[in-house]
């Protein structure tokens, strides 16, 4: 697993904090004093949720192989096919509580179960961050299963340092924003909210709404993207195994700057839509309707807790942002109905 122990990293300090006892070296960021270029992206307020009736493609979508989305959305341009040839640059990494799109056999409601840590079926229970019953996304098989069976790799509960409301054996669906609007290469790359990081050189440039559609719908100039995996939290030490050498460590992954392209398969889902969350369904829709190119993986992916616990180590050491908001699960956005997406199956390979 890679680690940022020992690595100098301009604007951090070392120390050995209390809770942190088997840390060689932890690091937090020094107060950062400069203000930030893209904070507030003022063309934000001028995407509002608007009627499903009305919108452009919406997104998380059923990227089943071979289903189709009803046609009755234009998404008016084609789908980015390749993100860094398209000048796009990671600017933000969050997640959800439960798979936001569809897969059948790999993630759909057919999965869920009664894990402690989630809302109670018809209660009122919230889960931790105050995510309600009818927020929580699709579960995956292996979940599920490995809930049924009681196995420990699933069931042993991980000691978290970085994230927070994170529970081994549930799901949850990394998100990975892109932009070639985003300050790329830059301490400024990543920014929570992630919309401050897909906006930021438009903000900083004082763009309007008007001129920002025309390079989106018109010219085609400005690429927003999103790749999007899936995966179930194991614990390897239940097993008396070593997390750091298990099959579901990805050591070599680089985990902020994007997906784990080795794991995914050849067919993933390419279609456009929206931003997604709770604060949508399928009478409001996103504003954001078109805009978004989706690489969506189809497969669900064990992970360690200790590598998903670097990544938000990671998160809170590397960004000259605060990505703090994004070190625990967001509530999920129903998949949004057939009427209302693009079709995922025009552009399944990449």
Not at 99 to 109: F, N, W
Request: charged share 20%; glycine share 8%.
């Amino acid at each position: 697993m890679f680690s940022l122990a020992g690595i100098a990293i301009s604007g951090f300090s070392s120390f050995q904090p209390a809770d942190c006892p088997e840390c060689t070296t932890c690091m937090v960021p020094e107060p950062n004093l400069e203000p930030n270029p893209c904070q507030d992206a003022p063309l934000v307020a001028m995407l509002p949720n608007i009627p499903c009736n009305s919108s452009l493609a919406q997104s998380p979508a059923d990227v089943t192989r071979g289903t189709a989305g009803a046609g009755n959305v234009d998404p008016l341009l084609d789908p980015a096919k390749d993100f860094n040839e398209e000048g796009m640059c990671t600017v933000n990494v969050h997640w959800h509580l439960g798979a936001e799109h569809l897969s059948k056999g790999e993630y759909d409601p057919t999965y869920m179960f009664e894990h402690p840590f989630l809302p109670k079926k018809d209660h009122r229970s919230l889960a931790e961050g105050g995510i309600p019953r009818d927020h929580v996304g699709h579960m995956c098989r292996i979940a599920k299963e490995g809930f049924d069976k009681k196995d420990p790799l699933f069931t042993t509960e991980y000691d978290w340092k970085y994230c927070k409301g994170m529970h081994v054996g549930l799901t949850y669906e990394i998100h990975w924003p892109h932009s070639n609007l985003g300050h790329c290469q830059s301490k400024w790359q990543y920014q929570s909210h992630f919309m401050d990081g897909v906006l930021c050189d438009a903000t900083t440039g004082g763009v309007d709404l008007a001129t920002a559609a025309k390079l989106i719908f018109e010219d085609g100039t400005v690429k927003f993207g999103v790749e999007g995996q899936v995966f179930t939290v194991v614990n390897s030490l239940g097993v008396n195994g070593d997390p750091n050498h298990s099959p579901f460590s990805h050591q070599t992954w680089d985990s902020m700057n994007g997906w784990n392209k080795a794991i995914v398969k050849d067919d993933y889902a390419i279609y456009k839509g929206s931003t997604t969350g709770p604060g949508a369904d399928n009478e409001i829709c996103r504003g954001t309707g078109g805009m978004v190119t989706w690489h969506q993986d189809r497969d669900c992916h064990a992970i360690e807790a200790s590598t998903f616990d670097n990544l938000c180590r990671m998160m809170l050491v590397i960004p000259a942002d605060d990505l703090s908001p994004d070190v625990e699960p967001h509530g999920a956005r129903d998949t949004v109905h057939p009427d209302y997406f693009d079709d995922p199956d025009d552009d399944q390979r990449a």
